[in-house]
C-alpha cells in the first residue's frame, strides 16, 4: 500500500506583485529619485538625516519616550478610539436610516447630509469651538478629563495618555468619530440594501425575530459588502486625524510640525511623518484583508 503524499501549502507573508505593480514601484522609485536630486540641485537643500534621526530619538529630560513616538502613539490611541466610535455610531445610524419610523429615520439622514456635505476642517474648528466646551461639563466629564491628577495607573495612561491631555483626547475622537460615522452609516445602510429579498423571506420562513433575522442571516452576508468600503474610511479616519492637530491636540502632525519649525529639517521630518502614517495604513490594510476573506467564507462553501 502507497501513501499519497499531500502537497503542502505554501504560504508568502509578502504579498505578491503583478507587472503592473512592478512599474508603479518603478515609477515611485524614479520620483523620490527626481525629487532627491531637484531638492539638492535645484534649491540647494542639504539633507541630514543623522541630526533628523536623532532628533526623533532622543528622549525627554526626565528620560520619558521620544517626542516624535508620542506623537506617534497619540495618532494611533486617537484613531483607535475614533474607529471604536465611529463603527458603533455609524451601525447605529445606519440602522436608523432604515428605520419604518420617521422619528429615527429622519434625524439619521439630517445628520448624515449634513456631516457629509460640512468640509472637515469646519467642522471640527466648530465642534471644536464652541461645542466641545460646554459639551465636558455638561455631561458631567469636568471633574475626570479636566482635574485628575497625574499619577495615573499603566493601564490608564496606555489607554488614554497623560491625564492632562485627556480632554484633549476626547475632543478628538468625537471629532473624527462623528466625521467618520456620516459615511460608515451610508456603507452599512448600502450593505444591508444589497442583501437580497428572498434572504429576509427565507428568516422569516424560519420563524426568527428580528433581532435573530439581523444577527444570523441578514448582517454575516451583509458584512462581506461591508468590509472593503469600511476598510477604505477606516484608513482615511487616520488620515484624517492629522486635522486635529489644528486644535493643539499633540498627535503625529502636531509634533512632527514642532520639531520641524524648530530644527530646521523640514523635508526630512515631513518625510518621516509620512512614513509613519504610511505604516499605519498599510498594517490597517493589512488587518482588513485578512478581515475581508474571513468576511467572504461563506461564498467559497
Not at 520620483?31 to 534621526?53: C, P
Not at 439630517?110 to 469646519?122: G, H, K, S, T
Not at 462581506?224 to 503625529?252: T, Y
Request: proline residues 4%; hydrophobic residues 50%.
Amino acid at each position: 500500500m502507497t501513501m499519497q503524499k499531500v502537497p503542502r501549502k505554501t504560504f508568502s507573508a509578502l504579498p505578491k506583485l503583478n507587472k503592473l505593480d512592478g512599474v508603479l514601484l518603478v515609477i515611485l522609485a524614479a520620483f523620490v529619485t527626481w525629487l532627491w536630486y531637484r531638492s539638492s540641485v535645484g534649491i540647494h537643500y542639504q539633507w541630514n538625516w543623522d541630526k533628523a534621526f536623532q532628533l526623533i530619538f532622543s528622549s525627554g529630560r526626565n528620560g520619558e519616550l521620544p517626542y516624535f513616538f508620542q506623537g506617534f502613539i497619540a495618532t494611533i490611541r486617537l484613531s483607535l478610539w475614533g474607529m471604536l466610535f465611529a463603527g458603533l455610531l455609524g451601525l447605529l445610524l445606519g440602522l436608523a436610516r432604515r428605520s419604518s419610523f420617521i422619528v429615527l429615520r429622519l434625524p439619521a439622514q439630517a445628520y448624515i447630509q449634513l456631516v457629509r456635505n460640512i468640509p472637515p476642517l469646519v467642522f471640527v474648528f466648530i465642534f471644536y469651538f464652541f461645542i466641545s466646551s460646554q459639551l465636558v461639563p455638561a455631561i458631567g466629564l469636568e471633574s475626570i478629563l479636566r482635574n485628575t491628577p497625574d499619577d495615573i495607573n499603566t493601564i490608564q495612561s496606555l489607554l488614554f495618555g497623560p491625564a492632562k491631555l485627556w480632554e484633549n483626547l476626547f475632543s478628538g475622537v468625537l471629532c473624527v468619530g462623528l466625521i467618520a460615522a456620516a459615511y460608515i452609516a451610508e456603507i452599512v445602510r448600502s450593505g444591508i440594501d444589497a442583501i437580497a429579498k428572498g434572504q429576509w423571506e427565507a428568516a422569516d420562513s424560519l420563524g426568527l425575530n428580528k433581532l435573530d433575522r439581523f444577527r444570523y442571516v441578514i448582517f454575516p452576508q451583509a458584512l462581506s459588502g461591508i468590509v472593503p468600503p469600511l476598510a477604505g474610511q477606516f484608513i482615511s479616519l487616520v488620515k484624517d486625524s492629522s486635522i486635529i492637530s489644528l486644535i493643539s491636540i499633540q498627535e503625529l502632525t502636531f509634533v512632527g510640525s514642532e520639531i520641524a519649525n524648530s530644527s530646521g529639517l523640514i523635508f526630512e521630518i515631513w518625510l518621516l511623518v509620512g512614513a509613519g502614517y504610511l505604516l499605519l495604513c498599510l498594517s490597517l490594510s493589512f488587518l482588513f484583508s485578512k478581515l475581508e476573506k474571513r468576511s467572504q467564507r461563506h461564498k467559497q462553501r
